[in-house]
């Protein structure tokens, strides 16, 4: 077994009839920042719950360290979990709720008070300690979770979409002392999280599930860059992919010639190392940043809503087929909605895709 | 529209909501208090006018050897009850909501079922189940005591058999109660608590107790005003014997008023219980609150 970090090995949930994770691997070296990021229902709280040891596992391995702690008792794996709603315990102040863990395993009081005094100090909640959470803000209930966490010096931090019920400016902020917390702790995290935002800014390596199973994982741009199926493909990168129906209209020397359904008079040369037989169906991925706008011929979209954030905009409009289509454009502000814009994508930039979802490489 | 329009038209909508209420509360609840008070200063039989006497019927009261004897019951009727209820109902509320679903909702129903019975049902099944001879709990009474007893004619007994015939009949809310104030906890603060090592006895001491708290509070504070108005299980059981071993202020009331017809007398009697049941009763709630905030 790996002497460090935390390994899953064909891991296995299910409530009564419903498989919930269906096999899954993973191994999250020592001190790696992961993030388990899907839609809701994909099962990556059911999985991160397994790992602290709230939920049994069906089938399957969880190691920490070295140690099999498949069906060992949470508060025997060494690891510490910060949870959506927090959950202080609101009868005691911010001083006890940290101290908690140290006194139930009896501690010495010097001990305690230094313990708690500093994770207050790397928490800026120092002037804070005799309060109740009750009278504390949002950001400020969540440092104090983070620090019920510090104190148990877990060999493992996780965390259930511990940002999720702040407001988004104070999310961007805890966001960044996350990343700064974890370069300080030097500690694994396990973040989960349905926001792809959060798990690219934060992760060392995404791994993104859905129906149970891990569909990749990888450094979040390997996953922007290449991503192995439609799913992740559409899942992360922000907006997500436009996604068009197309037919292999021919072989060239390094690819093939795509023709798009929506709108036949387009067709687009892409380098494919493995060529599908002509007259295949495929579906064509197309980042917006990837779409420009050009006075040439192209593919032709209707606007209709602009969403203009200042650096940059993001036009939406369908195809003259009636797909969606989101394109993006930086620098430019005019008011496009209402009129037909012609854009183009990168080549080198477009994903292929078959009728499964499957990449074609 | 004008503001002082507008004004009146609110004040007219207020009086016409509170106008039934307020109606109701002074016909049936404040005329009678009153009555009460002033009858409790005259030598009023139970219908018809009486002379104004001044605290007489006070000093009679606190001269009454009867009245403290009904008083020390009530006491040790509380203290056979309100305790003991609140912890019988607080560990069947932990087992019952260990269930799920629908079973919980059976057990539920099982134990709030006494609740719905009037009292006179109550205590005919009691009755019925201790008689002397015939009950069927009379074999486990002999089986510890050697004999079988008649508990309703026993001066030790009396009392804490009226105590359990009430813990049962009453428990269910207690227990309704309870359940609600567990199922208010958050379950994340559970597995916070297991994360953080704690045991379930330490679970249960550091997080369900002092949460719990408020309801518990309140569980007996409203037991204590109610069992202080202990009556009807007194009258229909033992109608205050053996040796007025079971007589309770409110009997001794019954007695004045609707038996020897002192209305004046037994308003004073009300009176006093009623005093009583304030003072205590706000001194246990506030006591109990100093105890939470520790």
Redesign the interface.
């Known amino acids: 077994m790996q002497d460090t970090g935390v390994h899953l090995r064909d891991v296995t949930k299910s409530f009564g009839a419903v498989d919930v994770i269906r096999g899954v691997d993973m191994d999250i070296p020592r001190g790696q920042f992961a993030v388990f990021v899907g839609p809701s229902g994909c099962g990556k709280s059911t999985l991160l719950r397994m790992i602290a040891g709230l939920e049994d596992t069906s089938d399957g391995q969880i190691a920490i360290g070295a140690r099999d702690v498949t069906h060992e008792d949470p508060a025997d794996r060494g690891v510490a979990m910060v949870f959506q709603s927090y959950a202080l315990y609101p009868h005691l102040s911010v001083f006890e709720n940290m101290a908690f863990s140290l006194r139930l395993a009896k501690r010495p009081r010097v001990e305690v008070d230094e313990k708690v005094r500093r994770a207050a100090g790397i928490l800026k909640l120092s002037d804070h300690l005799d309060k109740k959470p009750a009278q504390l803000s949002g950001g400020q209930r969540q440092r104090v979770a983070i620090g019920r966490a510090i104190v148990r010096a877990p060999d493992v931090f996780l965390f259930d979409e511990p940002l999720s019920n702040l407001d988004a400016e104070l999310r961007v902020q805890m966001r960044l002392e996350l990343a700064r917390l974890h370069k300080q702790l030097g500690a694994t995290m396990i973040y989960v999280t349905h926001d792809q935002v959060e798990a690219m800014t934060l992760a060392d390596t995404i791994f993104v599930l859905q129906g149970g199973h891990v569909q990749q994982h990888g450094a979040p741009l390997d996953l922007y860059d290449d991503p192995s199926n439609r799913f992740v493909a559409g899942f992360i990168g922000s907006p997500s992919m436009n996604f068009f129906e197309a037919t292999v209209a021919g072989h060239t020397k390094d690819g093939i010639t795509a023709q798009l359904a929506g709108q036949p008079d387009q067709s687009f040369d892409i380098p494919l190392r493995h060529r599908p037989e002509q007259g295949t169906v495929l579906v064509l991925g197309m980042r917006p940043e990837h779409l420009m706008v050009t006075a040439a011929g192209g593919m032709r979209v209707t606007v209709d809503v602009a969403e203009e954030l200042g650096g940059v905009s993001y036009q939406h409009g369908t195809l003259e087929g009636g797909e969606a289509v989101i394109f993006q454009q930086t620098g430019a502000r005019h008011g496009m909605h209402g009129t037909v814009q012609t854009v183009t994508p990168e080549l080198a930039r477009i994903f292929v895709f078959d009728k499964s979802g499957d990449r074609v490489r | 529209m004008s503001k002082a329009n507008r004004r009146r038209r609110e004040l007219r909508a207020a009086g016409l909501l509170i106008a039934p209420f307020l109606l109701v509360f002074t016909v049936f609840f404040l005329y009678p208090t009153y009555k009460v008070i002033a009858l409790s200063f005259t030598d009023a039989p139970l219908i018809g006018e009486g002379t104004w006497i001044g605290l007489a019927n006070y000093v009679k009261l606190f001269n009454d050897r009867l009245f403290y004897t009904s008083l020390w019951n009530n006491f040790y009727f509380v203290l056979l009850t309100v305790v003991p209820t609140t912890v019988i109902a607080l560990l069947i509320a932990l087992a019952v909501s260990k269930l799920k679903g629908r079973m919980q909702a059976l057990v539920l129903t099982l134990f709030f079922l006494p609740y719905v019975l009037p009292v006179s049902v109550v205590t005919m099944i009691w009755t019925w189940m201790l008689d002397f001879q015939f009950g069927i709990l009379q074999p486990l009474i002999a089986a510890v005591t050697g004999k079988p007893v008649p508990v309703f004619k026993n001066p030790y007994w009396v009392m804490p058999m009226i105590a359990v015939v009430t813990i049962w009949w009453t428990n269910g809310f207690n227990v309704l109660l309870l359940i609600a104030g567990l199922r208010n906890i958050?379950q994340?603060?559970y597995?916070?608590?297991?994360?953080?090592?704690?045991t379930s006895w330490?679970r249960f001491w550091?997080?369900t107790w002092?949460?719990l708290w408020p309801i518990t509070a309140l569980v007996l504070t409203l037991q204590l005003i109610l069992q202080l108005k202990l009556f009807d299980q007194v009258y229909l059981l033992s109608n205050g014997g053996p040796f007025n071993q079971s007589y309770v202020v409110l009997m001794q009331m019954y007695r004045e008023a609707f038996q020897l017809n002192n209305g004046g007398y037994a308003s004073a009697i009300a009176m006093v219980l009623f005093g009583i049941i304030v003072i205590v009763s706000v001194l246990q709630f506030q006591l109990l609150r100093i105890g939470a905030r520790k």
Do not use: C, V, W
């Not at chain 2, 597995?191 to 704690?198: K, P, Q, R, T, Y």
């Open positions: 958050p994340d603060l597995e916070a608590a297991a994360l953080d090592g704690a330490q550091r997080i002092p949460l």
